[in-house]
């Protein structure tokens, strides 16, 4: 049961809690994780809006990004002794949910588990969610776990096009 568990990441204490539990449900079933690291149109234009002027390559930035996130995701289930693997999913013509789903059937995994903000009302409507469309879409059981408090409160606030902060 649960022999291959995919788990996406992105860096945020949600995807870490969601990693953290991957990685106990493997160590409980003796499964392996891979780990995949969307990079998409979003990401790409965030790098290029943080790193205005810069004038290096900001694709090699976010892939080395990418590539440090990775690793840190596999030392920490190398540690607690979970075979694990990696990869950088950067189709900019799919949607994350997309490449996930994508990334699920042709590694043949049992699971994906997926950190979840929770986001409610306006905010999910802004943010979308990659995790509903996982889950909505998905060819094999999701586990969606849920934010640490800490996250939750970081995400339930956004700033409106007026400025204006808006709680969830």
Do not use: C
Not at 106 to 116: E, F, M, N, P, R
Not at 122 to 143: C, D, K, N, Q, T
Request: without cysteine.
């Amino acid at each position: 049961m649960y022999q291959r568990i995919l788990v996406p990441i992105d860096g945020s204490s949600t995807s870490s809690r969601g990693l953290a539990e991957a990685i106990q449900l493997a160590k409980l079933t003796g499964g392996r994780l891979r780990l995949v690291h969307v990079i998409d149109e979003l990401s790409f234009a965030l790098t290029m809006d943080a790193y205005a002027g810069y004038a290096g390559d900001w694709s090699e930035e976010l892939h080395a990004n990418a590539r440090k996130l990775l690793e840190e995701g596999q030392n920490q289930a190398s540690q607690e002794g979970v075979e694990v693997d990696a990869m950088v999913l950067d189709s900019f013509k799919r949607s994350v949910h997309d490449q996930v789903i994508s990334q699920a059937q042709s590694w043949k995994a049992d699971l994906i588990v997926i950190g979840t903000h929770g986001r409610r009302g306006l905010g999910r409507w802004v943010m979308g969610s990659s995790a509903e469309h996982i889950l909505r879409l998905s060819p094999v059981p999701v586990l969606l776990v849920r934010a640490p408090e800490s996250a939750k409160a970081e995400h339930e606030r956004f700033k409106l096009p007026s400025g204006e902060l808006a709680s969830q």
